[in-house]
């Protein structure tokens, strides 16, 4: 497989493969970053004005935003003008080095762009072509633009704020639908990559953030719309409804889940109410669902009468799912994390001391890695990365000087 002597040194299940990533925002630099903590070695191509989210904030430094940092390490960076004829030459034969082109323009921009499909195809038989986009192409609104609140709004996503007991629809507090598109497109680009090795072909496919966000907010909420006719409207009950919510305590707040018979026969235990183990509306699993709303009000009102240390030490006891609430400062300061070493930090060379989350998988063989290189300043390694693709000096200083190609200062 394509790939430079950088990648080959390092460890990694994707050490070798080689991604080309014509991607901005969160969608596809957080879904190339995955390959790249996996040891793929992803060059980052941007346009002269960068990566919109350098521009979040906070910054240390202009256009090396926290978000930005987060979503964009163990990456090269190059910058290409492809406006410019010299620039579009030099990313073509780019893609002739690599294993995986992925970008995030709608389909009418990348084919005026010159780099559809076919045409990439042509260059490079055997690539694995990931178009990271808002609608599949073969819909009617395959050219409409697509950020995350906007697919938030059309997938159900806000509905289900709406549905709880909210007054209006809402957005998922965090960019939900670029993420959970950005896992589908590592595990699709990875499957992708596991047909040619077996068959030697290449491919393209598409990640519509459209289509993942549906599938995966349906998984529970088809539910009755998954008979025909439905036996009830869409929406998991249990989940949607006010009362699921954490818990107050005494001083604090917790998330506590009897789920099953024995569990709910711990809690009313560890509640000094074991006779509500018996009641009707309690005793089973069914019934429970059936009076989700009571039995959740319930819980609440009982967790109200102790601490919160109170309720952990005889939760753990009871063996009754449950826990402290977090907040996100407390996250970072997790016991369990400290113990794991997840949040990572390192010294970036433009940016000082940086925290980044470490690589949430674990391969026993093949370890990936959260700091193999540091996120890139804007063109960071556009001479370096045109090198390796075979330009000589003379034709790099042609680029930059004309404005084809911008490598940091």
């Known amino acids: 497989m394509a790939g430079s002597e950088t990648t080959k040194a390092n460890q990694g299940p994707l050490t070798g ?17 995955t390959l790249g903590d996996m040891g793929a070695d992803v060059i980052k191509v ?36 492809l406006r410019e004829p010299a620039a579009k030459d030099a990313l073509l034969k780019l893609i002739r080095t690599a294993d995986v082109f992925v970008h995030s323009m709608r389909p009418a921009a990348i084919r005026k762009l010159g780099f559809d499909y076919e045409t990439v195809k042509a260059a ?46 809402d957005f998922a507090p965090m960019v939900m639908a670029d993420k959970v598109a950005g896992l589908h497109a590592v595990s699709g680009i990875t499957m992708a990559l596991f047909h040619r ?52 305590t005494k001083d604090g707040f917790m998330v506590v889940l009897p789920y099953n018979d024995k569990q709910a026969k711990g809690f009313f235990k560890a509640a000094g109410r074991p006779d509500l183990a018996e009641d009707e509306r309690f005793a089973t699993a069914r019934a429970r669902a059936q009076n989700v709303d009571q039995y959740y009000g319930l819980i609440s009102e009982l967790i109200a009468t102790r601490t919160t240390a109170e ?7 009871a063996d009754v799912p449950s826990i402290a609430v977090n907040t996100l400062e407390d996250v970072i300061e997790d016991e369990h994390f400290a113990a794991t070493g997840f949040f990572v930090e390192y010294d970036h060379p433009s940016e000082g001391r940086v925290r980044t989350t ?17 996120p890139p300043r804007l063109g960071e390694h556009t001479r370096e990365v045109l090198g390796e693709a075979g330009f000589s000096q003379s034709q790099i200083d042609a680029m930059v000087a004309s404005g084809a190609a911008i490598q940091a200062e």
């Open 311 to 317: 309720w952990t030490e005889l939760l753990k006891q």
């Open 197 to 248: 090795e077996r068959t030697g072909e290449g491919q393209q496919i598409e990640i519509p953030m459209f289509e993942t966000v549906t599938s995966f907010n349906f998984a529970e909420h088809l539910s009755g719309a998954a008979f025909v006719p439905p036996l009830a409207p869409p929406g998991y009950v249990r989940v949607l409804d006010a009362n699921r919510r954490p818990h107050r």
């Open 358 to 374: 470490g690589v949430p998988l674990h391969f026993e063989a093949t370890p990936g890695s959260a700091t193999r290189l540091a």
């Open 124 to 169: 490079k038989p055997d690539i694995v072509y990931a178009s990271a986009w808002g609608f599949r192409s073969s819909g009617p609104y395959a050219d409409r633009p697509a950020y995350d609140d906007v697919i938030q709004g059309i997938s159900g996503t806000t509905d289900l704020a709406r549905r709880r007991g909210g007054e209006s629809p």
């Open 17 to 33: 493969i080689r991604v080309i990533d014509l991607t901005s925002v969160i969608f596809g630099p957080y879904a190339t970053q």
């Open 46 to 81: 941007e346009p002269p004005e960068g990566d919109i989210m350098r521009t979040a904030y906070p910054a240390r430094n202009p256009g090396m935003s926290g978000v930005y940092l987060n979503c964009n390490r163990n990456k090269r960076g190059v910058v290409l003008n």
